[in-house]
């Protein structure tokens, strides 16, 4: 099993970045797909979650309006539109699932079993 995340990058305030994180493993499907950052000298922090069907989703109250996550499960990859990024954005993103068998949703870092490596986004203001 194992979670690739991808698209991180150096912005200015204003534009837009798209981070992708692929899923791969035999028969891994996970219904709970998230994403989390953590800025220098802070904790990892939820961003955004999604179900299996995109039925669902979920976001930290700094990031609703301007970052959108989707995915498509024919890919089995997981999405995470940001855009109108803040200075405030920058930090190390992280995608993460839950076990396959769980439908719902947490905040909380310690519900996601599976972890990518972190792509980091840097906005400059």
């Known amino acids: 099993v194992q979670l690739q995340a991808s698209g991180g990058g150096l912005v200015q305030a204003g534009e837009s970045l798209r981070l992708s994180c692929a899923a791969s493993?035999?028969?891994?499907?996970?219904?709970?797909m998230g994403w989390f950052r953590q800025a220098p000298g802070k904790e990892r922090e939820f961003v955004a979650a999604i179900n299996w069907s995109g039925g669902t989703t979920r976001y930290a109250d700094s990031v609703k309006g301007r970052f959108t996550i989707s995915r498509d499960n024919t890919k089995n990859t997981a999405y995470l539109q940001m855009n109108s990024l803040k200075a405030e954005d920058t930090a190390v993103y992280y995608c993460a699932a839950r076990s396959t068998g769980i439908t719902v949703i947490s905040i909380a870092p310690s519900g996601y079993k599976y972890w990518g490596q972190g792509t980091q986004v840097t906005v400059s203001s």
């Open positions: 493993g035999r028969t891994f499907s996970p219904n709970i």
